[in-house]
């Protein structure tokens, strides 16, 4: 028997999670939830989009009793954290969507729900926390330890036991020097060569990549503007 999932966001990063999860035969996604009610009644990707969040637990007392997060967050994570821990609060398991072109070393260790795209490499002794993304053609070498939430977007490369703290953030085609620490809530932004640790909650840009002020990195309300 299949498992029956709800999707959580309706957006770019779903359509690229439902194309994960379609090739999957023990997975039947049911639907998506999103609150832009705009959305309702549509389809992405051919997946019906149900309603807002607010009708998860009827979904969850009818007998889906798997999610997967489809929003993916550029720069801040919160929403994803935010979506992961409602979704577990409500009951849901986290499945997790792991593209059969990502190459994955059987001596690393994925979390609960983690995201795993086309091209991504997961090397020997890694160690991800729960909700992770490893974005498509990023590269987590051997004996990396990331921590929950944390997204590594498409092309970055963590070199050799670099550690990346709770949901912190890694830029599209970043690249981060072996052994550095990443701290918590993080963000290196894209094309970024980071060569010394980033403390927690800072935002760091360039080549070599330096600590910035939020408004230099184009970070506002709405999260990381370009530099991400
Ligand atoms: O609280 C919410 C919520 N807030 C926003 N609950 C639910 N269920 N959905 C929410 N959303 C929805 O997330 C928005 O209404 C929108 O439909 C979706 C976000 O879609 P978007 O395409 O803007 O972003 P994304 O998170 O799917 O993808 C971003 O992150 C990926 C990793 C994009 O920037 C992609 O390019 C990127 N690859």
Same mark, same amino acid.
Not at 96 to 113: D, F, K, N, R, T
Not at 169 to 190: E, K, M, N, Y
């Given at each position: 028997?299949?498992?029956?999932v709800?999707?959580?966001?309706?957006g770019?990063? &779903?359509?690229?999670v439902?194309?994960?999860?379609?090739?999957? !035969?023990?997975v039947?996604?049911?639907?998506?939830?999103? $609150?832009?009610?705009?959305?309702?009644?549509?389809?992405?990707?051919?997946? !019906?989009?149900?309603? !807002?969040?607010a009708?998860?637990?009827?979904?969850?007392r009818?007998?889906?009793?798997a999610?997967?997060?489809?929003?993916?967050?550029?720069?801040?994570?919160?929403?994803?954290?935010?979506?992961?821990?409602?979704?577990?609060a409500?009951?849901?398991?986290?499945?997790? &969507?792991i593209?059969?072109g990502?190459?994955v070393?059987?001596?690393?260790?994925?979390g %609960?729900g983690?995201?795993?795209?086309?091209? &991504?490499?997961? $090397? &020997?002794?890694?160690?991800?926390?729960? $909700?992770?993304?490893? $974005?498509?053609?990023?590269?987590?070498e @051997?004996?990396?330890?990331?921590?929950? @939430?944390?997204?590594?977007?498409?092309?970055?490369?963590l070199?050799?036991?670099?550690?990346?703290?709770? /949901?912190?953030?890694?830029? %599209?085609?970043?690249?981060?020097?072996?052994?550095?620490?990443?701290?918590?809530g993080a963000?290196?932004?894209? /094309? %970024?060569?980071?060569?010394?640790?980033?403390? !927690?909650?800072?935002?760091?840009?360039?080549?070599? %990549?330096?600590?910035?002020?939020a408004?230099?990195?184009?970070?506002?309300?709405? /999260?990381?503007?370009?530099?991400c």
């Amino acid at each position: 028997m299949r498992t029956q999932v709800v999707g959580i966001g309706a957006g770019g990063h &779903a359509r690229v999670v439902l194309d994960i999860l379609g090739a999957l !035969p023990w997975v039947q996604v049911v639907g998506l939830v999103d $609150n832009d009610p705009s959305l309702f009644d549509t389809r992405v990707s051919g997946v !019906p989009v149900l309603g !807002p969040d607010a009708i998860l637990g009827e979904l969850h007392r009818e007998g889906v009793r798997a999610a997967f997060i489809g929003v993916g967050s550029v720069g801040d994570t919160s929403l994803r954290i935010r979506l992961y821990e409602m979704a577990r609060a409500l009951g849901f398991e986290i499945v997790p &969507a792991i593209h059969q072109g990502a190459c994955v070393s059987a001596a690393a260790e994925l979390g %609960a729900g983690p995201t795993v795209m086309p091209g &991504a490499v997961i $090397n &020997a002794c890694a160690v991800l926390g729960a $909700n992770v993304i490893v $974005n498509s053609g990023a590269i987590v070498e @051997h004996d990396c330890r990331v921590a929950d @939430h944390v997204h590594i977007a498409s092309g970055a490369c963590l070199a050799g036991a670099v550690r990346v703290g709770r /949901g912190a953030f890694v830029g %599209a085609r970043a690249v981060v020097r072996q052994r550095i620490v990443i701290g918590d809530g993080a963000v290196v932004g894209a /094309g %970024a060569v980071v060569v010394r640790d980033v403390r !927690p909650g800072a935002v760091v840009t360039g080549v070599p %990549a330096r600590e910035r002020t939020a408004a230099e990195a184009g970070i506002g309300a709405a /999260g990381c503007g370009s530099a991400c």
